[in-house]
Every structure is written in C-alpha cells, then in structure tokens.
C-alpha cells in the first residue's frame, strides 16, 4: 500500500472515530477501527438536492391531481419529507453513530416535527383537534368507549361462560409483548438496575392512584404486581441490565465489509452494524452528591410523566390503543430519549462549568411541557377529577418521609455520623 494511500485510510479511520464523543469509549472498552470509509459514510449533499429539486420539478409540472384532500395530505407529506431531508443534511450529528448517524439526526427532526405539531394543537380546540386527526384517519374522532380492566378479578372463574381461566387469558395479548420490550428498550437506555425499578413501581402506584381519572388504570392486584411489575418489567429489565452487562464487556473490532474475507464474515459484520459502537456504562452516582441525586429525581419524574402523557392523550383525542399513532410516538421518544440520556450523562459528570445540557435532553423537555399544556388545556375535565382521599394521603406521608430521609442523606447529621464511625473503627484497630 502506498503512503499516500495509508495517509487517506489513516484520515478516514480517523473521521469515524471522531464521530463519536470522546466519552462513547471509556478505558475498559477496547474498540478497535480500522477507518474504512465507505459510500454510505460519505457527504451526498449535491446528488439530494439534485433528487429533491427533481421530484419538486415533477410535482410542479406534471402531476397535479383534482382531489383538493388528497392534494392537502400528499403537501403535508411532502413538507415533512422534505424538512427531514433537509435536516438530515444540515443538523448535527447526535451522540452515537450506529447504525448510521442519520439515523440520529432523522430522529432529532421528527421530534421537531412533533414538538411543531404540539405547538399547532395549542391553539386549536379539542373537538377541532380531533377532527384534525380524523383527517389523517377517518377512523379516529370518534369517543372511545370507557374500559376498566378490573370488573372481575378471579383467576379462576368456574362460571364464566368463556372458560374457568378467561379473565387471566384475556389479558395475555399483544400488549404484553410491547410492555416487556418497553423496558427492555428502557433498560438499555437507563443502564441503573435501582433506577428502572423505582420506575416500575412508581407507575403501578401512579395507575392504583389515577384509575378515578383513567378507568384503563383499573387492574386486578394480579395484573399489577405479577403480570406487570414481575413478569412484563422485571423480565424486562432483567434482560436488559444483562445485554447492558453483555456489551460492557464486548470488545469492539470494526473492519469495512469488503476488507472482511469470507461470505459468513461479511454478512456478520452487515448486522454487526446495528449494534453499538462502543458501550458506556452509566455510573450515575445519585447518592454520591445533592446535584446528582436532584438530577436523577427529575429524570424519573420526567419519565413517568411521559408514560403517564400516553394515556391521557389517549383519553383526551379519541386515540385507540392499538392506533399507529401510539407507536409512532413512543419510537420517537426511544430514539430521542436515548440520545437525550448519553447527553444528560455526559452533563452530569461533565467537570466543565460551560457544558451544555445538549440539544435532545433540551427538545424532550419542551415537549412534555407541550403534552402536559395539552392535557390541561384539552383535558381539564379529566385532570380535575379528584383522586381518592387514601391515595392523596398516601403520597402526602411519602413526600414527607422521603423529604426527611433526603435531609438526612445530604446534610449536617451523616457527616457527623460518619465520623463517630471512623472513631469507633480506629479505637478497634489501636485495641
């Protein structure tokens, strides 16, 4: 090879590298990369303006349908599509760069886009807002009829018409698969077995608590602590944590496909490339430090707000729970959210008085402030239902011992107590 060639590859190998921030690659992490620079990883900037002014150029000329809906829903299209292209070759890259740093940028625009749709639907009224929806699905903008999950809490109902164990078989459907790959995708995204599990229970407390406002919150004690908590999150989690430990430990060797020599070898590094570049482990330290630990509370509480936001949006627009538009918003929130806690991490443990919270943790934030303005201006009706008196009484005494327990934590009475330990442990050694 000649130099000026290793002088290319040495460059290209570099560019990769420096696509991922220095912090993707802690020391214990060995990756290895040999700075292939393939078509997929080069700037087409010209040849997509070229394919966007080319397809503008047929629409312009050319195709023009009567249909004035249709034409308002291919525009609206249009206008989405084009603005993500758009980003896709001017926003930033994110904080990861596999599969593709596309990928990430495409992610952070269509979270624009929704945030720009929240903003809309500020401004108009419920019943116009579900109209609205109607027009991207004629089947939405109908009320959706009231169900609770908790009418009849036998697991085994020898007089149901439908068979003894129907009440516990009925609640084994699709949304048992999508509630254990949630956590699943959240474990890989928290990376802290305490964090996910206060999650966990946080949210079966706050469904036991707002059930008088949701009446899909109404469980059997069964579906709650052993079909949800234990089997749907705790497998959830379990194998989450584990894959986290699993890629901790990976030793990460990137060589382009065609540097690869066998058939079976290509192939593997193809899906290879869906995988992580490199794995950080998150070391959050939210007892080492009051900052640290506010830090930690408002990112769960923001998490349980956001799981929370689905339902009453739900409620509030007429949105069936098996509509697209659910899945839609929680794989825009899987992607954001992940890129949203590599930047808070790298936030937190930043030394740097002038670090940035950066840009996805900062969108995300403005969107649940948007979701949450909705539900209130739209959904006061619901929100204004209040919960019962137990439950009130409940999480007031919480607030109160978790308060004190915080002031024990991180003030005057555990320094004080730490040195009477250290005292009594030096005494013993003397002895």
């Known amino acids: 090879m000649s130099t000026a060639s290793k002088a290319k590859r040495d460059k290209a190998g570099s560019a990769v590298v420096a696509a991922a921030p220095a912090s993707t690659v802690p020391p214990t992490v060995q990756v290895y990369d040999d700075g292939t620079n393939t078509f997929f990883w080069r700037a087409h900037t010209v040849t997509a303006l070229v394919l966007i002014v080319s397809g503008l150029v047929y629409v312009a000329l050319w195709d023009t349908p009567l249909d004035t809906m249709y034409n308002m829903r291919r525009g609206a299209v249009a206008c989405v599509v084009i603005f993500v292209l758009i980003g896709v070759i001017n926003m930033p890259d994110g904080p990861f760069v596999r599969p593709h740093p596309v990928v990430w940028r495409v992610a952070l625009c269509v979270m624009i886009l929704y945030i720009l749709s929240l903003i809309f639907t500020l401004f108009q009224t419920v019943d116009d807002t579900r109209q609205f929806l109607a027009l991207y699905d004629p089947e939405l903008g109908k009320p959706l009829p009231e169900r609770t999950y908790c009418e009849d809490c036998r697991i085994y109902a020898p007089d149901h018409p439908k068979g003894p164990f129907y009440n516990l078989l009925e609640k084994f459907d699709i949304f048992v698969l999508c509630h254990f790959f949630g956590w699943y995708v959240k474990a890989l995204i928290i990376r802290d077995l305490w964090v996910l599990n206060i999650l966990s229970v946080a949210f079966e407390l706050a469904e036991y608590t707002l059930d008088c406002q949701l009446p899909n919150f109404g469980e059997c004690w069964w579906d709650h602590w052993i079909l949800d908590f234990i089997l749907c999150n705790g497998l959830g989690i379990y194998l989450g944590v584990k894959t986290c430990e699993y890629l901790s430990m990976k030793k990460y060797i990137w060589t382009g496909v065609w540097n690869t020599p066998t058939i079976k070898g290509k192939i593997k590094r193809v899906v290879s490339q869906f995988t992580p570049y490199s794995w950080t482990s998150y070391q959050w330290g939210y007892t080492e430090s009051f900052k640290k630990f506010l830090f930690m509370c408002f990112i769960i509480v923001c998490w349980i707000v956001q799981d929370l936001n689905t339902f009453y949006l739900k409620a509030i627009y007429w949105i069936p729970p098996n509509h697209s538009l ?9 992607f954001t959210g992940a890129c949203a ?19 996805y943790p900062w969108l995300i934030f403005a969107v649940l402030s948007c979701e949450i303005l909705l539900e209130i201006k739209h959904g006061w009706y619901i929100l204004s239902i209040p919960i019962h008196t137990e439950w009130a009484v409940f999480w007031l005494v919480s607030t109160f011992l978790f308060g004190v327990w915080v002031v024990w934590r991180f003030t005057v009475p555990l320094p004080i107590i730490g040195r009477y330990v250290r005292k009594i442990e030096h005494k013993v050694k003397a002895m």
């Open 341 to 359: 806690m590599k930047e808070m991490y790298s936030f937190l443990m930043s030394s740097d008085p002038y670090h940035r919270i950066g840009r």
């Open 326 to 334: 659910n899945l839609y918003r929680e794989v825009i929130y899987a």
